[in-house]
Each structure stands twice: as C-alpha cells, then as structure tokens.
C-alpha cells in the first residue's frame, strides 16, 4: 500500500497544532480512525500493519477483542461512573479480586487510577509511607511518567526534565545497557560492574540505603530504549533491595500484561518485586493504571491517597473482559509472544548482516527493540535514520514507535497474524535498505 496524504489529513493535523499544548507526536502524520485485529486506517482510508499496538495498549489486537467492546458498550448502558472511591460497587471489587490472582501469592492490595504516571506516583507515596524512609532510587534511561513523584525518577530525555525542578528525592543509578554500557564495561567479563557502582558509589555515597524507600525498575526499560538486561541484574537488585529493607517496585506498565510472554515481565527474570504498577494494556484502550502491593506492607489510612476516576466502571468492564481473555488463552499467548518474537529478532539479525545501519537488535517476547547507528564500530547514533526508517514505513503501509536516541520499538498485538507480520517485516526490511542505499549515496 502507497500512504495518500489528503487534504483531509493535512487539515487536522492543522488544526491539532493550533489548538493542543504539547503532546509527544512526532513527524508520522498518522491520523487513526478506526481499527480491527492486525490493521489501523486513518480517516482518509490509508490501511497500516500494526507494529505499534497503539503504545504497548492493544496487546490483544487494534481495538480489542468484541468482548471486551460488548462488556464496555452494556456498562455505558448501564452506569459509567460511580464515584467508586466514595461509595461501593460490585464491578471493581470483582476485578480486583480476578486480577490478583495473576500476582505471586501474598499480593493483595489493588488501587486504581487512570495513567501509568498516576499508578507509580502512588507506589511512590505508597513506599514512602510503609517505610518511612523519604528517597527513591531510579535508573539511567528510565521512563515512570511525567507528573511531578514519576519525574522525580524519569530521566530518558533532557526534554521531559528541563525547567521542571526541582524534584522530589530520587537517585539515579546504571542500568545494565549492555550495548552501550555507561560505565564503558562489556559484558559478561564486566562481572555486572554497574551493581558494584550502585553498591560502592550510590548507596554508600550518595544516598544511605537505609534512606531509601524504594527501588524503581522496569524489567525493561521501555521509552528509553527497549533495554533488556541480564537476568542477574534483576537479582541483584531485588539483593540489594532485601539486604537493605527497600521496596521493591517492578514498573510494567509497558512490559507487563503478557507483552514478553508472562503476565509479569519481571518473572523472566525469576524475581518477585513488592509493589507492581501498570497500566496501557490494562484498561484494553480505556484509561486505567494499577498498583498492586504485597498484603505484608500494610495499609494505607482512609483518605491518604484516593481519586476521582479510579475504579470508572467502563474501564473495568473492558479490563475485566480482556483479563478473562487472558486467563482462559495463557499458554497461546505466552506461545505467541515467544514465537512471533523469535521470528522478529531472527529476520532482524539476519538483515544486520547485510546492514551497518543496524547496530543493535534485542528483546523479550514480543518486546523488541532495534537500535540504529552510523557504523558499527563507532556506533554513533543514527537518529535521522531512525526517522527516515519511520517514515519510509509509514508511507508504505506499516506503523512504529520509536524509543530511546535512535531505536524503533516493535510492539505488534501479540495476536498479529504470521502473514501480517511478515508483511510488516518487509515493510521494514524495504525502508531500511531504502536509507541505508541513500545514505551510502549521500556520503
Ligand atoms: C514504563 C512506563 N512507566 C510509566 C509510563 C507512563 O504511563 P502514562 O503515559 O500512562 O502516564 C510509561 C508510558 O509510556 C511507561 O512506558
């Protein structure tokens, strides 16, 4: 499919400039309408893979499954919003009640609200309450939000921080980006010398561990650049968080939710956090997020923290159809992930022999980052050729995010078709080779 780009399209896009404060949008003048399973169409009938998933939502096909739709559309027939921090109801007990099961046993306190940036800033004073300790500590590239307790810990961008401080109490500590390890090490021989820094510098320097409330991990980092790093470093930090009484708190609002394969992407490590947060494919294209804490942290008083919206019943509703889903198609979704994911990262690797831009392909299930670079050996960052590739793809048919400085995040449904994955990877393969043949002209 070649993208037509319509007077229709340019007028909203026109007008979206005029009116909307800042968003996040980039130069993709995608302007969605409808979707179904596999595909997205914008309002002037251009059709697109979806290798997006509408930021990590849609884990389950665009637009959700028809049950979760009828489950939403009866509840906005019925009651939409019952003000269920204030007063009871059946429907979010219900889905609290399903959803904890999906937890390690001893998990047994949900609160609800609407943002993956609402769901960490109550782990945020969650922690600082049970511990009574008033410091958080975060890693390098961390995306957790972008209200003020989130971007405390955000540091993915200079863009989100920059005139907003000062910040709460946060320390920031190296993740374990093998590919570009911020203490110049390679791994394995470096022997995780980014823990040894967290150990002898952060939390014997900077901070005192026993002042720290809790530590913030994604199991892998996201926005900042789909970073998977080695399982022991998911250990060692969930050591240091037991040796020094820190909570632990697992952010999965965008690897959780079966995106890697398990309910919990922080199981692919073999490690149990203390609180989860998450949000995105939670709520199946309704605003929800969800903080799911340990019974043994305590509780919180009456009042100490609460909402308007947590709760919505339409966004239970949809959540509660699609956890059901979920539930009864476990082990074919896990299966999915694992194998769609495999078919990615092998086409992708196979195309890295033949092309320098391609500096850098990893991932977890169907999690999976590509990181482009001028070169492989100076791997300077190839951030115009990200956006071309971007670019180059939309217009033939196949919608991405990026991430990171210069990497392309492919976050399919994890119920795409192996034929409309294919179809993407071609897609991509063409607008890769298409850049790369331009740049090689250019230079
Ligand atoms: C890991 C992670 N945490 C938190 C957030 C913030 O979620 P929201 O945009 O719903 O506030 C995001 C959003 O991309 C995320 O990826």
Same mark, same amino acid.
């Given at each position: 499919m070649q993208y037509t780009h319509t007077s229709k399209i340019a007028n909203v896009i026109k007008r979206d400039g005029k009116v909307l404060m800042t968003t996040t949008k980039g130069?993709?003048?995608?302007? %969605?309408?409808? !979707?179904?399973?596999?595909?997205? *169409?914008?309002?002037?009938? $251009?059709?697109?893979?979806?290798?997006?998933?509408?930021i990590s939502v849609y884990n389950f096909g665009v637009n959700s499954t028809r049950q979760v739709r009828d489950a939403i559309k009866r509840q906005v027939d019925t009651l939409m919003h019952s003000a269920f921090t204030d007063y009871y109801a059946q429907a979010p007990v219900a889905f609290a009640e399903n959803l904890i099961t999906m937890f390690p046993s001893g998990f047994g306190r949900v609160f609800f609200s609407n943002s993956g940036t609402e769901a960490n800033e109550a782990a945020i004073k969650f922690s600082r309450y049970f511990s009574r300790r008033q *410091?958080?500590?975060?890693? *390098? $590239? %961390?995306?957790?939000?972008?209200?003020? !307790?989130?971007l405390s810990l955000t540091i993915s961008k200079g863009v989100q921080r920059g005139r907003f401080g000062p910040f709460g109490a946060a320390v920031h500590a190296p993740y374990a980006y093998c590919y570009r390890c911020p203490l110049g090490k390679e791994y394995p021989s470096c022997a995780l010398a980014c823990v040894d820094h967290i150990k002898k510098a952060i939390l014997s320097k900077e901070v005192s561990p026993k002042e720290v409330a809790a530590i913030f991990m994604e199991p892998v980092q996201g926005e900042g650049g789909y970073i998977v790093p080695p399982k022991?470093?998911?250990?060692?930090?969930?050591?240091? %968080?037991?040796?020094n009484g820190i909570i632990l708190v697992s952010d999965e609002v965008q690897a959780g939710y079966m995106r890697t394969g398990k309910f919990l992407a922080m199981d692919n490590f073999g490690v149990k956090a203390d609180i989860y947060t998450m949000a995105k494919a939670v709520g199946a294209g309704l605003p929800m997020g969800v903080t799911v804490t340990r019974k043994s942290l305590g509780d919180m008083p009456?009042?100490?923290?609460? $909402?308007t919206f947590g709760g919505n019943l339409a966004a239970v509703a949809g959540a509660d159809a699609q956890l059901r889903y979920v539930k009864s198609h476990m082990a074919s979704l896990a299966s999915q992930a694992s194998s769609k994911g495999a078919l990615i990262t092998k086409r992708l690797r196979a195309m890295a022999n033949s092309n320098e831009l391609i500096g850098d392909v990893r991932g977890l299930g169907l999690m999976i980052g590509v990181e482009f670079v001028k070169d492989r050996k100076s791997k300077e960052p190839a951030v115009k050729e990200r956006d071309a590739v971007l670019m180059e793809s939309f217009k033939n048919g196949l919608v991405m995010l990026p991430c990171g400085e210069s990497s392309i995040r492919i976050i399919p449904p994890l119920t795409i078709s192996i034929q409309h994955l294919r179809q993407g990877l071609d897609i991509l393969e063409d607008a890769i080779e298409a850049v790369a043949k331009k740049d090689r002209k250019g230079s």
């Open positions: 130069d993709i003048p995608l302007v %969605a309408e409808r !979707g179904e399973g596999d595909f997205i *169409y914008d309002i002037s009938g $251009n059709r697109f893979v979806d290798f997006s998933s509408f *410091y958080m500590m975060g890693f *390098y $590239n %961390a995306f957790h939000g972008r209200t003020m !307790g989130a022991e470093f998911a250990r060692e930090i969930r050591a240091i %968080a037991d040796d009456l009042g100490a923290h609460s $909402n």
